[in-house]
């Protein structure tokens, strides 16, 4: 699925589109004994470290306080809860007291809004950009069996992990911080009483998990718990949706599809497939989505789409964000995908896929992973894989190699630090079709062989053997993490990373395509972090970020004539960004998130990019640098026990692609020299986007949850190539409305059956639907907003598993209502443009200036996946993908993907299928663990 695909069904044109006062500061803190006191009645006195929470002229306090204090832990920065019983305004200037709580000092300040977003400033000035999204947290109570009184002083611990345990407070709360994502045991104890264990306690990132422990006094048989996951997500206000490991087994596709993040996505609510299998969330553009590795963004600057193959081989869990993330998250429009990696800890020990299937396809999985006694905690994983394609829905006709590796590596340095390396790389290679689809009378044939490439080095044609047109694509992503425990429920990461990602197109064939393109982008980010989680519910996190990319884009038309033009696009970026999020528990029912985002991206234009080529006068070009404000709210209201209602307001901002701020054009001239003939500049404008969302999720028993969220989005500043009225060039007045609804129903062993089902109503409307598309109109201006051609009004996806036995039986569905589709305009240009003729569509000649006028109809694609498990470690699996071979039209045209005029009937054009979904496909494999 990583593949830049072809666009089915487009026009042609010249590019292709291949996808307080602080109180005391001297006062001395003394540290507690080492060992709890037992007093009487069988209780414990804390031997906690005192806790000083930030006030809002927090930055005198922590500079006066001694560096030993930070560096033994003494000095916590924490969030107050509510003044003591009985407070009084003290006649200070800082309205701060100072009160006692058995061991626990505590500063106190009585408003806890105006103390809460001082800090945000002073931290966002002294921390820096969050590592998101790779972590959660674990928060609860421990309570007296008898009496439910809560116990303050307990010791909380999670079993086997390397995190340092806690303490309860006064109120018998606890957080832990910053927990890798995975399914962990909690113990409590307390003097006087029995430990109680709560297991299966499930973390996801971005995510409290919340539990409750309860203590028998005096009992001497240790009490277990079995807490699980809730289907229903408690005083969380993104609209997000998880998939773990279990549930990516449950979503199998075509050969592109397997371990793939696509594939993974389109079975959510609110994400659509465009008619070659794309997702597009909640209606944006595909480029307006997100995608992350452990919190490092791979949508390259020079197109903004993913730089990566997208590999879902060492995914823990995907978070998909379709509305309403947080602040911490930037640069996209309409969703965030951020995928995390494994550990060694989740695997502890190897794992090995072997498949094969038709249509050619190979495939070997390899994982392995442990925690050794030293405390290296590693994971290792590949995949291998090679398969004939459908040409009708990818565009191409072969994948002879693809090949993708994690490295991941933990280790613990003390109580306090740690340190996390990752490596992920990959190649893949796509053969493209060699068309068309359809032959019809006196067309020409198509053979996509090329005898001409292109070296970058000498910017020159070279002569090759005869070579099908093809596509390649490579990327590497380096990390190095740093992450410091300064207290309990507070932490502080750093965070260097390296991302190189290339693609290449060699496809000079003079019959059908014509074209070389290189695109490559080399990035360096710097992030720093820091995040506070109080047990109140109350968290902090606040950062800023820095990513220099060099970046190129270079194409190549005409070559294989021996006429041929370069547009060389040369621009560097610096992306920069700063951010301050709060959790705020301001009642046990009520949540508010708060954020604000600020990014800012200067593009450095390069000139004379070709030094040897005849440079003529063209105006030399200027840096450009846009900033903008992103201020995000969102709201969750817990409405009973099994009942979560939910509200997002926020603007969200994407930065245009670098590509498109400068262009050199360069053509041979009689003598062969290459001149420059071209220099142009755009100034373009941010795309962003204003969304409101609500929801409403209930859970129902023990096993099954449903979600309704509708939504509302607009989007403005969208980038537009040659908008009518205004001129040749690029130009940022494009506009485009969304609004719709996302369901999805969730049952967890329901009689026997785990799965879910999602659906979406969309409606998407916009004055354009690509930034390089091209006019829409020709001489006939749009008067408006036109159905995109991704916007698929429903769209439906269920899975569902259950065991009998040893067997396995897994269903998949997946059924859509239609694309739109129709060019603009009422005639069009003949092949030779000699000519313009009419376009007729299903119901005779076509009618209006706007495009997408009409609809495909209907598809349907039902899969069944049966495994038979052969141990507990080991099974045997068959998979058979659109079971019925059903060949549904997924899009009409003019033009396939391979540029062919397949509608052209002589004296007018009328659409044909280009597009359709993919053939049945089987697979066997056999699954091992070791």
Same mark, same amino acid.
């Given at each position: 699925?990583?593949?830049?695909?072809?666009?089915?069904?487009?026009?042609?044109?010249?590019?292709?589109?291949?996808?307080?006062?602080?109180?005391?500061?001297?006062?001395?803190?003394r540290r507690p004994k080492p060992s709890p006191l037992v007093t009487h009645a069988g209780r414990r006195k804390l031997?906690?470290?005192?806790?000083?929470?930030?006030?809002?002229?927090?930055?005198?306090?922590?500079?006066?306080?001694?560096?030993?204090?930070?560096?033994?832990?003494?000095?916590?920065?924490?969030?107050?809860?509510?003044?003591?019983?009985?407070?009084?305004?003290?006649?200070?200037?800082?309205?701060?007291?100072?009160?006692?709580?058995?061991t626990e000092v505590v500063l106190t300040h009585w408003r806890v809004v105006r103390q809460g977003f001082g800090a945000?400033?002073?931290?966002?000035?002294? /921390? @820096? #950009? =969050?590592? *998101?999204?790779?972590?959660?947290?674990?928060? !609860? %109570?421990?309570? +007296? &069996?008898?009496?439910?009184?809560?116990? /303050? @002083? #307990? =010791?909380? *611990?999670?079993?086997?992990?390397?995190?340092? !345990? %806690?303490?309860? +407070? &006064?109120?018998?709360?606890?957080?832990? /911080?910053?927990?890798?994502?995975?399914?962990?045991?909690?113990?409590?104890?307390?003097?006087?009483?029995? &430990?109680?264990?709560?297991?299966?306690?499930?973390?996801?990132?971005?995510?409290?998990?919340?539990?409750?422990?309860?203590?028998?006094?005096?009992?001497?048989?240790?009490?277990?718990?079995?807490?699980?996951?809730?289907?229903?997500?408690?005083?969380?206000?993104?609209?997000?949706?998880v998939v773990s490991r279990q549930e990516e087994q449950m979503v199998r596709g075509q050969p592109d599809q397997l371990?793939?993040?696509?594939?993974?996505?389109?079975?959510?609510?609110?994400?659509?497939?465009?008619?070659?299998?794309?997702?597009?969330?909640?209606?944006?553009?595909?480029?307006?989505?997100?995608?992350?590795?452990?919190?490092?963004?791979?949508?390259?600057?020079?197109?903004?789409?993913?730089?990566?193959?997208?590999?879902?081989?060492?995914?823990?869990?995907?978070?998909?964000?379709?509305?309403?993330?947080?602040?911490?998250?930037?640069?996209?429009?309409?969703?965030?995908?951020?995928?995390?990696?494994?550990?060694?800890?989740?695997?502890?020990?190897?794992?090995?896929?072997?498949?094969?299937?038709?249509?050619?396809?190979?495939?070997?999985?390899?994982?392995?992973?442990?925690?050794?006694?030293?405390?290296?905690?590693?994971?290792?994983?590949?995949?291998?894989?090679?398969?004939?394609?459908?040409?009708?829905?990818?565009?191409?006709?072969?994948?002879?190699?693809?090949?993708?590796?994690?490295?991941?590596?933990?280790?613990?340095?003390?109580?306090?630090?740690?340190?996390?390396?990752?490596?992920?790389?990959?190649?893949?290679?796509?053969?493209?079709?060699?068309?068309?689809?359809?032959?019809?009378?006196?067309?020409?044939?198509?053979?996509?062989?090329?005898?001409?490439?292109?070296?970058?080095?000498?910017?020159?044609?070279?002569?090759?053997?005869?070579?099908?047109?093809?596509?390649?694509?490579?990327?590497?992503?380096?990390?190095?993490?740093?992450?410091?425990?300064?207290?309990?429920?507070?932490?502080?990461?750093?965070?260097?990373?390296?991302?190189?990602?290339?693609?290449?197109?060699?496809?000079?064939?003079?019959?059908?395509?014509?074209?070389?393109?290189?695109?490559?982008?080399?990035?360096?980010?710097?992030?720093?972090?820091?995040?506070?989680?109080?047990?109140?519910?109350?968290?902090?996190?606040?950062?800023?970020?820095?990513?220099?990319?060099?970046?190129?884009?270079?194409?190549?038309?005409?070559?294989?004539?021996?006429?041929?033009?370069?547009?060389?696009?040369?621009?560097?970026?610096?992306?920069?960004?700063?951010?301050?999020?709060?959790?705020?528990?301001?009642?046990?029912?009520?949540?508010?998130?708060?954020?604000?985002?600020?990014?800012?991206?200067?593009?450095?234009?390069?000139?004379?990019?070709?030094?040897?080529?005849?440079?003529?006068?063209?105006?030399?070009?200027?840096?450009?640098?846009?900033?903008?404000?992103?201020?995000?709210?969102?709201?969750?209201?817990?409405?009973?026990?099994?009942?979560?209602?939910?509200?997002?307001?926020?603007?969200?901002?994407?930065?245009?692609?670098?590509?498109?701020?400068?262009?050199?054009?360069?053509?041979?001239?009689?003598?062969?020299?290459?001149?420059?003939?071209?220099?142009?500049?755009?100034?373009?404008?941010?795309?962003?986007?204003?969304?409101?969302?609500?929801?409403?999720?209930?859970?129902?028993?023990?096993?099954?949850?449903?979600?309704?969220?509708?939504?509302?989005?607009?989007?403005?500043?969208?980038?537009?190539?040659?908008?009518?009225?205004?001129?040749?060039?690029?130009?940022?007045?494009?506009?485009?409305?969304?609004?719709?609804?996302?369901?999805?129903?969730?049952?967890?062993?329901?009689?026997?059956?785990?799965?879910?089902?999602?659906?979406?109503?969309?409606?998407?409307?916009?004055?354009?639907?690509?930034?390089?598309?091209?006019?829409?109109?020709?001489?006939?201006?749009?008067?408006?907003?036109?159905?995109?051609?991704?916007?698929?009004?429903?769209?439906?996806?269920?899975?569902?598993?259950?065991?009998?036995?040893?067997?396995?039986?897994?269903?998949?569905?997946?059924?859509?209502?239609?694309?739109?589709?129709?060019?603009?305009?009422?005639?069009?240009?003949?092949?030779?443009?000699?000519?313009?003729?009419?376009?007729?569509?299903?119901?005779?000649?076509?009618?209006?200036?706007?495009?997408?006028?009409?609809?495909?109809?209907?598809?349907?694609?039902?899969?069944?996946?049966?495994?038979?498990?052969?141990?507990?470690?080991?099974?045997?699996?068959?998979?058979?993908?659109?079971?019925?071979?059903?060949?549904?039209?997924?899009?009409?045209?003019?033009?396939?993907?391979?540029?062919?005029?397949?509608?052209?009937?002589?004296?007018?054009?009328?659409?044909?299928?280009?597009?359709?979904?993919?053939?049945?496909?089987?697979?066997?494999?056999?699954?091992?663990?070791?």
């Open positions: 699925m990583g593949q830049p695909r072809a666009v089915a069904g487009g026009r042609r044109c010249v590019e292709a589109s291949w996808h307080g006062e602080p109180g005391r500061p001297r006062q001395q803190h031997a906690v470290k005192p806790t000083i929470t930030n006030d809002w002229r927090l930055g005198r306090l922590l500079l006066a306080c001694p560096w030993d204090s930070w560096r033994r832990g003494e000095i916590q920065i924490g969030w107050p809860i509510r003044p003591p019983i009985g407070w009084r305004r003290p006649g200070i200037k800082s309205a701060a007291s100072l009160r006692r709580v058995d945000l400033g002073l931290l966002l000035s002294a /921390a @820096g #950009a =969050a590592l *998101a999204g790779t972590t959660g947290s674990i928060r !609860g %109570t421990v309570a +007296d &069996a008898a009496t439910g009184k809560p116990i /303050a @002083g #307990a =010791a909380v *611990a999670i079993v086997g992990s390397a995190l340092p !345990g %806690t303490g309860t +407070d &006064a109120e018998g709360r606890f957080v832990f /911080a910053a927990v890798p994502p995975g399914t962990y045991a909690v113990e409590a104890s307390m003097v006087g009483y029995a &430990a109680a264990r709560a297991t299966d306690v499930m973390v996801v990132q971005d995510v409290q998990t919340e539990i409750s422990l309860t203590l028998q006094a005096q009992a001497r048989v240790e009490s277990t718990v079995r807490v699980t996951a809730p289907l229903v997500r408690s005083g969380q206000s993104p609209t997000m949706y371990y793939q993040l696509p594939g993974l996505i389109l079975g959510q609510p609110g994400a659509i497939p465009d008619a070659s299998g794309f997702p597009h969330i909640r209606g944006g553009r595909a480029d307006h989505l997100a995608y992350l590795i452990d919190n490092i963004l791979v949508s390259e600057p020079n197109t903004d789409e993913f730089g990566t193959n997208l590999v879902t081989v060492g995914l823990d869990r995907l978070n998909l964000y379709t509305g309403g993330f947080r602040a911490e998250y930037g640069q996209a429009l309409s969703g965030v995908a951020n995928q995390v990696i494994r550990t060694g800890a989740s695997i502890r020990g190897g794992h090995a896929e072997l498949s094969v299937g038709n249509k050619d396809y190979r495939s070997l999985v390899l994982e392995r992973g442990d925690v050794n006694r030293q405390g290296l905690n590693w994971y290792l994983s590949g995949i291998l894989w090679s398969s004939h394609l459908d040409p009708e829905t990818t565009g191409f006709s072969d994948v002879p190699a693809s090949a993708d590796g994690v490295a991941k590596f933990i280790y613990t340095l003390g109580a306090a630090d740690k340190l996390t390396g990752l490596w992920v790389g990959g190649y893949a290679r796509y053969n493209a079709f060699a068309g068309p689809f359809f032959t019809m009378p006196g067309e020409p044939s198509a053979l996509g062989i090329h005898t001409i490439d292109w070296d970058l080095r000498t910017n020159a044609p070279v002569t090759v053997g005869a070579v099908g047109d093809f596509s390649k694509q490579y990327y590497g992503i380096g990390s190095l993490t740093w992450q410091h425990s300064l207290a309990t429920g507070s932490t502080l990461a750093a965070q260097v990373y390296r991302y190189d990602a290339r693609r290449t197109i060699h496809a000079l064939s003079a019959d059908v395509r014509d074209m070389f393109q290189h695109r490559s982008a080399k990035q360096t980010g710097f992030r720093l972090d820091y995040t506070r989680d109080l047990p109140s519910g109350n968290t902090l996190k606040t950062g800023v970020w820095l990513m220099p990319s060099d970046n190129l884009q270079y194409l190549v038309n005409g070559a294989a004539a021996g006429k041929p033009l370069i547009r060389d696009r040369n621009v560097d970026t610096v992306d920069m960004a700063a951010y301050a999020q709060t959790t705020l528990k301001a009642s046990s029912t009520l949540t508010a998130d708060l954020g604000l985002r600020w990014d800012g991206r200067r593009y450095n234009r390069k000139a004379h990019n070709i030094p040897t080529a005849a440079q003529g006068s063209f105006p030399e070009p200027k840096d450009a640098t846009f900033s903008a404000l992103s201020p995000r709210l969102g709201l969750a209201y817990q409405a009973g026990r099994n009942t979560v209602a939910r509200m997002n307001v926020g603007r969200y901002v994407q930065y245009t692609r670098a590509s498109l701020f400068y262009e050199e054009r360069y053509s041979p001239s009689p003598t062969g020299q290459l001149v420059r003939t071209a220099a142009k500049s755009y100034d373009l404008k941010p795309e962003s986007a204003f969304s409101v969302d609500l929801g409403l999720e209930h859970q129902f028993g023990k096993s099954f949850a449903l979600s309704v969220t509708p939504y509302w989005r607009r989007a403005s500043d969208l980038v537009e190539l040659n908008p009518p009225f205004i001129g040749p060039g690029y130009y940022s007045v494009g506009s485009a409305r969304m609004r719709g609804l996302e369901l999805k129903a969730t049952a967890r062993s329901l009689r026997g059956w785990s799965g879910w089902l999602s659906y979406t109503l969309s409606s998407a409307e916009g004055t354009n639907s690509s930034p390089t598309g091209g006019p829409l109109g020709g001489d006939i201006a749009p008067t408006g907003r036109f159905r995109l051609p991704w916007d698929q009004r429903h769209t439906l996806f269920a899975s569902a598993s259950r065991r009998f036995g040893r067997w396995e039986l897994n269903p998949e569905l997946e059924w859509g209502s239609g694309f739109p589709y129709g060019d603009p305009g009422t005639t069009a240009d003949t092949p030779d443009e000699s000519a313009s003729v009419p376009i007729f569509g299903p119901n005779g000649k076509q009618k209006g200036p706007l495009p997408n006028q009409f609809a495909t109809g209907s598809h349907l694609n039902l899969s069944l996946n049966v495994r038979y498990h052969m141990d507990a470690d080991s099974y045997a699996y068959i998979s058979v993908q659109n079971l019925l071979n059903r060949r549904d039209v997924t899009a009409m045209g003019l033009w396939d993907a391979t540029n062919a005029p397949v509608g052209f009937r002589g004296d007018h054009w009328e659409y044909v299928p280009v597009s359709r979904l993919p053939a049945r496909f089987l697979v066997v494999g056999i699954s091992k663990r070791f």
